[in-house]
């Protein structure tokens, strides 16, 4: 599975410490930066994870800054993106399940490695349930 990662600055340490998470999951990562701890703008590192979740060429997404807000909304302005604000295993679970997200955004200042890791593996690791959530999900595109 190919997944796209990204990052600013608040989020460059646990972006680092997730890809060799990811690639002891068999995954094939494509690190869109950030590449250092400075100060640098969340929509540059957003936008190329969601235009290779969007392109299919990657199927999902990891992005993550402080708060996980700015990632999260620059990644939901492209269509058939839905990115998911997780803060814990449940959330990203039914993110999932409920929604069919395609890109997780995670909270930097506010969660730890090990939930992170859990997050994601859950993440990536979930399936769309469909059914009565389809409906749904196909109403979000504008």
Known sequence: M??????????????????????????DIIDVGTHSAESVDYP?????VAKSVEEKECAFGILICGSGNGVNITANKHQGIRSALCWNVEISKLARQHNDANIIALPARYIGFKEASEMVEVFISTP??????????????C
């Not at 540059?44 to 190329?48: Q, S, V």
């Not at 769309?128 to 595109?141: L, P, T």
Request: net charge positive.
């Open 2 to 27: 190919k997944i796209a990662i990204g990052a600013d600055h608040a989020g460059y340490n646990l972006k680092e410490q997730l890809i060799p998470v990811l690639k002891g999951l068999n995954c």
């Open 44 to 48: 540059d590192f957003a936008h190329p």
């Open 128 to 141: 769309f349930e469909g059914g009565r959530h389809s409906k749904r999900v196909d109403k979000i595109s």
